[in-house]
């Protein structure tokens, strides 16, 4: 929010300097983003009036003038301006001034005729981006005077950052009470006065959203001039508040804004049709706006209407169709209280965002009506004139907010702030805040003001004590944790383990957002339940990811189309899936992997990472816990069918998958090389198997080697699973050792070599012993899977 220091320091003006005033505002929560001059810098420009003006004798468009400038003799200034005449003040620059840009008015000749000066636009001054002509000044502006003491241009435009909860300050009078409590000072708000009535009409008003909209004011004035020249101290408020002039009927709702803090809105009487009802809106009622967009409306949009139309999105903007123009002689004055949960997010729905919808937001004061239409209407009638008809008041006072008492403990306020402050000063503090404060034996029962939305338990009130008294006057003290250390269990490993292994593996630590593009999503998961986002930040981040290969995939798409080669990207994070109607989160670890095995490099032969150099990675993250884990071959949308593996733990859970892209989506994605993948659920990969001491034998080992000759579709998980099927206690360890395919072996089958190696923990094995092992492992193995020993 924008202000002018100097129409903040009419309300309450405390001896301080600017940067004391925004040292104040920011260390009582109000942060101040930024302070600029009011006007560009110049010297040199006083009021002038145009006694006389002559056509150049040389020049069509250029007038020679005689300007009174507050000096003995007028002077002689040639305009060009299209809006000079007899009678008109303006800001006339003189012979010595300096502009901004560090521009320097000198004597010249122009044509042939010599000027004494410069007649100058508000561009020229440094107060508009853009001008059609000279600044026209009030009839009443004293000749002479200079245009920065007149125009109070030495002034500063104070940009305040405030939080969400703080709606009350979102106005010069909100402001001005938090500087007049911060200096211990009294102030007074605007003076407003009931305007007399001139006439009886009236408009109807009901409200059939009563609990969206509790009090609704609303006053005809008749016969207004709506091409009266809004008064210039006004276009100046509202250019340092960041508004322009758009006359007088819209700037004195926008400065009524400003100062008091509460929207209003003004109708062309003449262009409504009945009774005004304040209702919700129906599905697909259309609604032009004043911004000349053109939205759908729905049961949930709060509108002002007649009997044959919506007139305005309640609380955010009015239509187009009964906006009020330079045409305007009726006008229809609306004030209103809308509840702040009706109006929230209603404004962004239609990708709205105005300086009434961010005050309705977040709470205007719902005893402020009155007093805001009072004070429009003599705005409206001072500058356009007019008859003023009676308010006409729609109120439901059961739907109105209620501001019940907090209880502040004595007691409490010394043991969170550290200090002791005296009744007096806490009773003082909470008074200047507009609080209604009753003395209790432990404390004190304080009614915040309807305008204090934030206030609602103890702790805010401690925290106003805590803002006023100032927090660099709270004493410092150590905090004394008194904790134990809660208890790790080693039945879980830590994240970070495994991520140090990828990094170790080659792999880099990628964050992707949480949002996706929908179009990924249904390529790479097409079965899943996407949780899509009602109001997405863009078209690429609009449904929640049910994998985290989304984002891996954009982020190695968006490496390779740079010229990198050679990607490893791990991620860990959420995904979102869809379970009975319900979102569930689930942690999850994924990786991606393309391009060549190694590092460029000369010490060893370049080739293409392939699947089991990825199984190998994921194998090592299996090795950290310990546990034994199937590959299974299996089918998924996103990967390639002779390519992927469900993994498995001993309890037949699903882990996650690995496996190659599938080339059709490799494709559709824009790689051009093979991509490999594996995702994981972390809280079934941590799961750590606890290592149990067993004593080392004292007898020798035997190995012994065995080739099978098994059908091709026979995995070595197979033959091991086969091997172990036959239960031997000695048999200690399995290791396949070559695969063979070739002459000698029949087309269809494979030969592999196998070794055993054999240890007892009792005795030393004899060779029938081994034998007999042996065989009995052959004959398992020779039943289970078809196999037979190679001769």
């Avoid at 209880?407 to 209604?436: H, N, V």
Wanted: glycine share 6%.
């Amino acid at each position: 929010m924008q202000i002018s220091e100097a129409w903040l320091r009419d309300y309450v003006n405390p001896a301080i300097t600017t940067e004391e005033l925004v040292e104040q505002l920011t260390m009582a929560g109000l942060e101040v983003d930024s302070v600029t001059p009011a006007a560009a810098v110049f010297s040199g420009v006083v009021i002038g009036e145009v006694l006389e003006m002559e056509q150049h004798p040389d020049a069509d468009r250029l007038r020679v003038c005689k300007v009174a400038v507050g000096e003995a003799e007028p002077l002689q200034i040639v305009c060009g301006a299209s809006n000079v005449r007899v009678g008109l003040k303006i800001p006339a620059a003189l012979i010595g001034a300096v502009l901004p840009g560090d521009f320097k008015i000198k004597k010249s000749k122009l044509r042939g005729v010599e000027s004494f000066g410069m007649l100058c636009s508000e561009k020229e001054l440094g107060l508009a981006a853009d001008a059609s002509g000279l600044m026209e000044l009030a009839a009443d502006a004293p000749v002479g005077t200079d245009i920065r003491e007149y125009l109070s241009l030495n002034d500063s435009i104070i940009e305040v950052d405030l939080t969400p909860n703080r709606a009350d300050c979102l106005s010069v009078e909100g402001i001005a009470r938090e500087v007049a409590v911060l200096n211990r000072m009294n102030w007074s708000s605007t003076q407003v006065e009931k305007v007399a009535v001139s006439h009886q009409e009236s408009l109807t008003v009901k409200v059939e959203a009563e609990d969206a909209c509790p009090r609704y004011l609303g006053r005809l004035i008749k016969g207004v001039n709506a091409k009266a020249e809004t008064p210039l101290w006004m276009q100046e408020r509202l250019r340092r508040s960041g508004l322009r002039s758009l006359g007088p009927l819209v700037d004195v709702t926008n400065y009524v804004l400003i100062e008091l803090g509460q929207p209003l809105h003004a109708f062309d009487a003449d262009k409504l049709n009945g009774a005004i009802n304040v209702r919700w809106g129906k599905a697909d009622e259309q609604l032009f706006l004043l911004n000349g967009q053109v939205i759908t409306l729905d049961p949930e949009a709060l509108v002002i209407a007649d009997d044959q139309q919506a007139l305005a999105l309640a609380g955010v903007m009015g239509g187009s169709e009964s906006a009020v123009s330079d045409d305007t002689q009726n006008v229809f004055l609306e004030c209103a209280f809308f509840a702040p949960r009706s109006i929230a997010g209603k404004a962004r729905r239609f990708g709205l965002h105005t300086d009434s919808s961010h005050r309705f937001e977040r709470g205007v004061d719902p005893t402020l009506q009155e007093r805001a239409i009072e004070r429009a209407t003599q705005l409206i009638v001072e500058i356009a004139g007019g008859s003023v008809g009676p308010v006409t008041e729609a109120k439901a006072e059961s739907a109105l907010l209620t501001r019940p008492a907090v209880l502040l403990r004595r007691q409490r306020i010394e043991k969170i702030l550290g200090i002791a402050l005296a009744d007096e000063e806490i009773a003082a503090i909470f008074q200047r805040l507009g609080m209604s404060v009753e003395a209790q034996a432990d404390g004190w029962q304080i009614t915040p003001p309807g305008f204090r939305f934030d206030i609602a338990i103890e702790a805010d009130l401690i925290e106003e004590l805590a803002r006023i008294y100032g927090y660099n006057n709270l004493p410092r003290s150590s905090l004394l944790m008194r904790s134990e250390l809660s208890k790790a269990t080693e039945a879980v490993l830590d994240i970070d383990r495994v991520k140090d292994l990828l990094v170790d593996r080659g792999y880099q630590e990628a964050i992707t957002y949480s949002f996706v593009d929908e179009d990924i999503q249904k390529a790479v998961a097409p079965d899943d339940i996407v949780i899509s986002l009602k109001n997405p930040i863009s078209s690429e981040l609009a449904v929640m990811r049910t994998t985290l290969w989304c984002g891996l995939l954009n982020a190695a798409l968006h490496n390779t189309n740079r010229q990198q080669n050679r990607v490893r990207l791990f991620e860990t994070g959420l995904r979102f899936i869809n379970e009975g109607g319900e979102t569930q989160q689930q942690k999850m670890l994924a990786g991606l992997a393309l391009g060549s095995v190694y590092a460029e490099q000369w010490g060893e032969k370049s080739r293409k990472v392939d699947f089991f150099d990825v199984k190998a990675d994921a194998q090592a993250m299996f090795a950290l816990t310990d546990c034994e884990v199937q590959f299974v071959p299996a089918k998924h949308a996103a990967l390639h069918p002779g390519q992927t593996a469900e993994i498995l733990n001993p309890a037949g859970e699903r882990i996650g998958w690995l496996g190659m892209l599938h080339p059709t989506l490799e494709k559709q994605l824009g790689f051009d090389t093979q991509v490999f993948l594996f995702e994981l659920d972390q809280n079934l990969l941590l799961n750590k198997h606890i290592p149990v001491f067993k004593p080392l034998s004292k007898y020798p080992s035997v190995r012994r080697d065995l080739a099978l000759i098994v059908k091709e579709e026979v995995s070595a998980n197979d033959i091991i699973n086969a091997v172990k099927g036959c239960a031997e206690q000695t048999l200690q360890d399995i290791v396949i050792f070559d695969v063979y395919r070739g002459k000698g072996v029949e087309e269809g089958y494979k030969s592999v070599a196998l070794s055993l190696t054999i240890q007892d923990y009792s005795q030393t094995l004899t060779d029938s012993e081994i034998d007999a092992i042996f065989n009995r492992v052959l004959d398992t193995v020779m039943n289970k899977i078809s196999a037979k020993l190679r001769d």
